[in-house]
């Protein structure tokens, strides 16, 4: 039996393939499919927006009148509709996959509140390829120790709206993990003038945008006489909305209510 899938922010590049690649995966169904109010294809039905013909299922605009446990809702908007949508999840105890990104400190408090009440899955990346970075980091991490500094670098296109990435501070806090520290203490995010010379506990973070990059991740470990450097390169979103279907079919599986990762999803 397919997996019932609703997909938030229909409408978006990620939505759109959210929806294209549901419809032609014979393990799921779409059964919803959600916008901001105000957005033209608001009432249009969801396959012809996202160009793989009609579907059934019109675009609206309220994620609770849909919601419901036997419906996984995709999240790909932006951290304020994400709560609202999580919130209503919690509230109809509706499995809900977020890689919406840009939490601010308390709005990450209320998601690390809300996330364990239903049945969740959260990652800053839904890259397959992403979160097999994740475990490869730590592990790095856990051999090199203090002997080699951390950095981390990413690049994403000019229109992206918040920095660092979600994935880069998943990173950042995966190997302050590894090393006994604090990414909010010990990261350093960009470095201008006069600053001294490099801490010894310091995890680096550097930013950078431009044209339309989707994704690129490094992450540097660099030592007297020798660097390692692990990347990820993501060539197209559909790497990003694989994963999250993913974690759909996985977490349709799911009984008990709890906030999983990806790693859970993996099986890492």
Known sequence: MPANVIVCGAAGRMGRSLIGLTASDPELKLVGAIEAAGVPFVGHDAGEVAGVGALGVRISTDYGAVARPDAVALDFTN??????????????????????????????QELDELAPRTRSVVAANMSIGVNVLLQLVRSAARALGDAFDPEI????????????????????????????????????????GVIGKRSERE??????????????????????????????????RECLARGALRAAKWLAGQKQPGRYSMADVLGL
Not at 79 to 101: C, F, K, M, N, Y
Not at 154 to 172: N, Q, V, Y
Not at 176 to 191: I, K, N, V
């Open 153 to 192: 670098v990413e690049i994403h296109h000019r229109m992206k709206i918040d920095s660092p990435s979600g994935t880069a501070l998943a990173l950042g806090r995966a190997v302050a993990g590894e090393l006994g520290r604090d990414l909010t203490a010990d990261g350093l995010f960009g470095r201008e």
């Open 203 to 236: 995890i680096g973070v550097m930013a950078l945008r431009g044209g339309d990059v989707i994704g690129d991740h490094t992450v540097f470990f660099i030592g007297m006489g020798e660097r390692l450097e692990l990347t990820h390169r993501a060539q197209s």
């Open 79 to 108: 951290a304020e509709v994400a709560l609202t949508h999580l919130r209503q999840a919690v509230d109809r105890q509706a499995p809900i996959v977020i890689g919406s990104t840009g939490f601010n400190a308390a709005q990450q």
